[in-house]
Structure formats: C-alpha cells, structure tokens
C-alpha cells in the first residue's frame, strides 16, 4: 500500500531563506507525482508535476526533484516570500487510477 | 468555465439527511476524482470516472455514498442519512485521461465543498 509522508510538519523561516520542503512514498512504482499549494478554507492549486520518467521541474522560484529508486521528493523554494505562507501538499499518482497525498507542511514565511 | 467549479461551497445539514454535492470538470477532462479532506490532513481518494463509469469507487467509506457521471461531464456526490464523521471538505479534480506510455495528467482540484453536519 503507497503511504506518503511528508517532513516538516510545519516550518516557519524569516523572509528571504532558501527552504526546502521533504516527500517521501514507499512504493517507487508511480506515474507521477504532483506538487500543490493550499490556502486556509482554499482549494489545491497545482504547483509543479513531474512524470515518472523525469528528475525534476521548476516554475520560477520553485524547483522539484524526484528520485523514485529512493522513493523521494524535495520542493526548493527560493528567496521565500510571505506571500508563499500555506501548506504544501505533495501527491503520488499511484496504479489504479488513485492519487495519494501526504498530511502537508505548513509554511510560515516571516515578513 | 475555466477551472473546476463545485456547489455548493458550503453545506450545513442535520443528522440523518441527504445531501448532494455538484462538481463541473474543466471542460474536456474525461477524468473526474472525489476526494475527502479533514483538518491537518491531506485528501483522501474517495472515487475516480473515466468517462461516465467510475473506473475505481474503492475509496467511498459506505454505501451511504455514491457518485454518478451520467453524461461524462457533470458529476453528482451522494450521501444518504448524513452522520456527524462525515462533516469534511469535499474536494473534486479534473484531469486529461491518462497518457501514452502510462504518463498521468495533471491534477486541477475546484474549491471544495465543506459539510457540517450537526
């Protein structure tokens, strides 16, 4: 069974630091896995996706990584901002159609 | 519309009630989810179409819940006799079908519909 699991829990840094979010899945067998934004009482909004057959992706400030023989995501978010403050969902697009989320981490950017 | 649209955004109803949730995909996504999000947590799979058959329903809790795509566009959430434990967001997403060579479409999730039920 793919469980997800993600590292911190919550974060809080000053305005300006280079961060770096963790995610973890057991089962390396995905399509792809997707990184999301969400916003207090929000929806998800969809950050960056990388396929199985790629490494990484970047968005502007945004640069995810996927190293599946580890089982293993990062999100680096440069040059954070307070605007980036919400929590961070990383999703593994597992067989059988389902996409399974991690619990989040709630970032806390200090103006 | 432009993105996945759900009504109603919220839902208070007493125990025991039925209760429908509406979701629009963005247009032309074949792929339709159901997903379920309490507090602190990250959502959970409840029910995928393909089309207008649910390709994979092994996440509904009960069958007190059932979801229908009759016409492979719109889709309907059901819950019958409505209990306290299934006060939740409810989060629908859209998607392209999956692609050649097993690759997956990109996730677009509306703004959820919250339930209360007292």
């Known amino acids: 069974k793919q469980e997800v699991t993600q590292i911190p829990a919550a974060l809080s840094v000053p305005e300006g630091e280079n961060l770096v979010l963790n995610c973890s899945f057991t089962d390396s067998a995905i399509y792809n896995l997707q990184w999301f934004r969400q916003d207090p009482g929000k929806g998800l909004t969809s950050l960056l996706l990388i396929q199985s057959s790629q490494r990484e992706q970047t968005s502007g400030r945004l640069n995810a990584s996927l190293d599946k023989s580890s089982g293993r995501s990062t999100l680096y978010i440069a040059a954070s901002q307070p605007g980036d403050s919400a929590t961070y969902l990383c999703a593994v697009h597992a067989g059988g159609f389902k996409t399974i989320f991690g619990a989040g981490t709630r970032l806390f950017v200090k103006a | 519309g432009a993105g996945v649209s759900q009504t109603p955004s919220n839902k208070v109803t007493e125990k025991g009630k039925y209760v429908e949730l509406r979701c629009d995909p963005i247009s032309g996504h074949t792929a339709l989810y159901w997903y379920r999000q309490s507090l602190g947590q990250g959502p959970e799979f409840l029910i995928y179409?393909?089309?207008?058959?649910?390709?994979?329903d092994s996440g509904l809790p009960n069958d007190r819940f059932f979801a229908v795509r009759p016409e492979g566009s719109v889709s309907t959430l059901k819950i019958q006799r409505t209990e306290r434990g299934d006060s939740a967001v409810y989060l629908c997403a859209s998607s392209l079908e999956l692609l050649a060579g097993g690759q997956a479409g990109e996730l677009f999730f509306g703004e959820g519909s919250r339930l209360t039920v007292l």
């Open positions: 179409f393909q089309g207008t058959g649910a390709a994979d």
